[in-house]
């Protein structure tokens, strides 16, 4: 039977439970994607609303008003005036919340203006008693000219009503509730005669702001119905006063409020959280508290990630046919998919503790808290939750810099954002941390490796922050700097909310870098397992004779080894290795680390791995664990000139430097171009933060060596 | 007394009267910081900078340079 | 056999790379949110 289709688009403010009423509707019934060219999240699911109607609910970006400040909600605007996007809705629904409805009731009256059927839902309706506020439904059903669905996400009440209104969606008056245009009736009157064919409010949208509108030229309309920008801002402004005139009248009949039943506990939860002094202790203290469960907890699932794909790893190259592709299998798809999965705790973890502080809106005072001082640097108070964000990953937390309206200040943010001690770099710190650094304890209690590991993490910081104040001083933009952060009410997050969100954002870390990851690692195995010379292909004949020639005796698996390290340095990798040896020598690396730092450029973590590759590690032994083996080959490292060990200290400072700084994510690089529309910018932070990185690390092997 | 926003003290109730329409985000506007209405100072941030208000029942916080430029009348208690 | 698997492999790996980060050059359209800041 043929399935109907009923489009929905779901429209609200933020902070009012919008995607929790999506979640309720849709259930897991979701996906996530992108808007074309731009990095906007769009977030789509079906609700079943009878046997044969289906509900396809576009959960759009959170907005305050159809006049656009970022381009998450320029997504809103666009789709609701392009009536041939194919995901134009055939019904609104308008998310309110119950204790903010005044506010929340002005975007209503604009997508009303549209002449677009649209369904108010008034969430949080369980908090009604509570807070002593009563309504009058079918008054303001009336005056609204809608349909009210009375809503809790939280409680699970009213989706059924919700769903029923969707179903019914035909019944629904398209009439606007107000006449804004009475706020220039003459300038209106001739805009409406030399467009009759268009919607007025919608010719008021494309002439206020910047949106694409397919079937009208802009620039016609613009040239003649311009006004000056205060003009039209003014304009606006009385559009605004007008429809909060209407709201309020309103109101005044369908809402009543007992005031003395208005609790004070966001008043007071504000007063100890944003206090001068323990405002900051607690945040400090969240802080730590959030970095000691990640690394604390992730390590149990990541050992034992580790561990499964090496035994994996094994398993395939004992059971498959012996040849060129188990090879391909076994040393390079297994441990390029183990390189992607073991960060998925991780990555997890701070996605929780993220998505719970934003849930509960906690995240707001810390913008709060933060943002006189970030000012100092170029920075604003919104560039927190980035370069918190930045220690799992720095692709979410570039696009988490979205929601700052200052364009410089949001600039700032992408470029400085990459300096921040990523969970990739932690796999690097770890190994040369453990080679160079005894492992010895302070005080009696601190140890030595665990400082090293946090001073990494205070320099990636304060580079971002020393970088943000230089950008600040040398970028000429002036851009008009305006910051307005609702505080939300306190809330306790909904489990349903934070799972769904950590599953659906590890997810796309997995499907979308780890692509790239595994691309990579298969053309690595390549490169390294195959050489342009007879050289490589007879390396085993070619070690014989050597062997042969010196009168040695070695053991079987010395030998082996011995085979290896000369078939690398006979491949593809060996030679580029080679060839870039002069340019790294002076920063204390030999050819061998060199490939490491060059592969490391897809992305960081792929260090380990290479030199795992690099010194045939797991090709004779499969007892011993990875890490170990790995570092008792790099420890065995001498150098055949100077017959020093290869990871001595001075060597080992020059690599972490070198990591902390220099720009080695592609993909990192491939988002900062999405979100500053322009290569200018991931070329000048690759140029730059490598420049840097590289100088620093040269300076810290002359002196130390 | 007109005086501008900045100069409310914590715990203070005002009346917003006008504001230099250049100087204010539309957004601020749409919150409902509009002539008319009622707006009390929560919270100072800790270096005096940015400034949490309720403006009519909505919470916000807003940059010590956007409050010089709204203008209101102190409500007497 | 597995000569021309790992070939083909190799093939993919490369092609989707390419095609990742340089393909996607023509960008559907330019806001003016570029270098200056009427991004509003």
């Known amino acids: 039977m043929a399935q109907k289709n009923i489009k929905v688009a779901l429209i609200g403010n933020p902070n009012v439970g919008k995607t ?196 009208l030229e802009r620039n016609e309309i613009k040239s003649a119905f311009t006004k000056s920008h205060s003009d039209l801002k003014r304009l606006q402004q009385k559009e605004t006063i007008k429809r909060y005139q209407f709201i309020n009248d309103t109101l005044k009949i369908g809402q009543k409020i007992d005031k003395s039943k208005a609790s004070g506990i966001q008043a007071k939860l504000d007063r100890i959280l944003t206090h001068k002094v323990f405002g900051y202790v607690i945040f400090f203290f969240i802080l730590f508290a959030i970095f000691q469960s990640i690394f604390e907890w992730s390590t149990i699932p990541m050992d034992f990630i580790d561990e499964s794909f090496a035994h994996f790893s094994n398993y395939a190259k004992t059971h498959l046919p012996v040849g060129k592709f188990t090879d391909l299998i076994s040393e390079g798809i297994i441990p390029g998919i183990g390189g992607i999965v073991i960060f998925i705790p991780q990555i997890a973890f701070l996605f929780l503790f993220i998505s719970v502080l934003e849930e509960s809106g906690y995240m707001s005072r810390v913008v709060f808290l933060m943002d006189k001082i970030m000012r100092r640097f170029g920075l604003s108070g919104k560039s927190i939750v980035p370069l918190i964000s930045g220690t799992a990953c720095a692709i979410p937390a570039i696009m988490s810099a979205r929601n700052i309206e200052n364009w410089k200040e949001r600039l700032i943010t992408i470029l400085v954002t990459p300096f921040t001690t990523c969970s990739a770099r932690l796999p690097v710190y770890a190994i040369i941390i453990s080679l160079i650094i005894p492992e010895e304890k302070v005080l009696g209690f601190l140890s030595l490796q665990g400082l090293a590991l946090m001073l990494l993490y205070l320099i990636g910081f304060f580079m971002a922050i020393f970088s943000s104040w230089l950008l600040d001083k040398f970028l000429k933009l002036s851009c008009k700097t305006y910051f307005v952060v609702e505080m939300p009410s306190y809330k306790i997050p909904m489990f349903k909310n934070v799972a769904i969100n950590v599953l659906e954002k590890t997810k796309a870390f997995v499907f979308g870098a780890g692509k790239i990851i595994l691309a990579l690692s298969v053309i690595l195995w390549f490169l390294g397992s195959h050489g342009p010379t007879k050289d490589f292909d007879n390396a085993e004949q070619i070690v014989e004779k050597d062997i042969l020639a010196n009168n040695l005796v070695l053991e079987p698996s010395l030998i082996e080894t011995k085979v290896n390290t000369y078939r690398l340095e006979h491949s593809y990798i060996g030679i580029i290795g080679k060839a870039i040896e002069p340019a790294i020598k002076p920063l204390g690396y030999d050819w061998k680390i060199g490939i490491a730092v060059v592969t490391s450029f897809a992305a960081r973590e792929v260090f380990v791995g290479t030199l795992a590759t690099i010194y045939s590690v797991g090709a004779n032994d499969d007892e011993d664990d990875m890490q170990n083996t790995i570092k008792k080959r790099m420890q065995a490292e001498i150098n055949p000139v100077t017959g020093e060990k290869v990871f001595n200290f001075a060597t080992g400072i020059s690599l972490l430097l070198f990591y902390a700084f220099a720009m080695q994510c592609i993909s990192t690089l491939a988002i900062v171009k999405k979100e500053t529309n322009s290569w200018k910018w991931p070329i000048i932070q690759l140029v730059v933060m490598s420049g840097f990185a590289y100088i620093v690390a040269l300076i810290a092997y002359q002196i130390l060596k | 007394m007109e005086i501008n926003l900045s100069q409310l003290k914590k715990g203070e109730r005002a009346t917003i009267i006008d504001f230099n329409i250049e100087e204010i985000p539309l957004k601020l506007l749409e919150m409902g910081c509009l002539p008319g209405n009622s707006i009390e100072l929560i919270q100072i941030a800790p270096l005096g900078d940015p400034l949490y208000y309720c403006i009519n029942d909505a919470h916000v916080a807003i940059r010590l340079e956007t409050a010089i430029e709204i203008s209101i009348i102190k409500e007497q208690i | 056999m597995q000569e021309i698997l790992v070939y083909i492999a190799l093939f993919i790996a490369v092609g989707f790379l390419v095609k990742k980060f340089f393909w996607k050059k023509s960008t559907k359209k330019s806001k003016s949110c570029g270098d200056d800041c009427a991004c509003h």
């Open chain 1, 20 to 215: 929790s009423v999506f979640n309720q509707l849709t259930g897991l019934n979701q996906q996530v994607g992108n808007y074309p060219g731009i990095t906007v999240e769009k977030k789509q699911g079906f609700a079943k609303l009878s046997n044969d109607v289906r509900a396809k609910i576009i959960d759009l970006p959170g907005t305050y008003s159809l006049n656009a400040s970022s381009i998450d909600e320029n997504v809103v605007i666009e789709l609701l005036l392009n009536k041939k996007d194919e995901d134009f809705p055939d019904v609104a629904v308008v998310v309110t919340e119950v204790e903010n409805l005044k506010r929340n009731l002005l975007l209503f009256t604009q997508i009303k203006d549209l002449e677009i059927p649209a369904i108010l839902v008034i969430n949080m309706s369980d908090r009604m008693k509570l807070k002593g506020i009563e309504l009058d439904i079918p008054f303001l059903e009336q005056e609204l000219k809608t349909k009210i669905a009375l809503v809790s996400s939280r409680k699970k009440i009213g989706i059924d009503t919700l769903k029923n209104l969707i179903l019914n969606y035909e019944d629904l008056s398209i009439e606007p509730c107000l006449n804004s245009s009475s706020i220039d009736p003459e300038y209106f009157d001739k805009l409406r005669k030399t467009f009759p064919n268009q919607l007025l409010y919608k010719l008021w949208l494309v002439i206020t702001q910047d949106v694409n509108f397919l079937n």
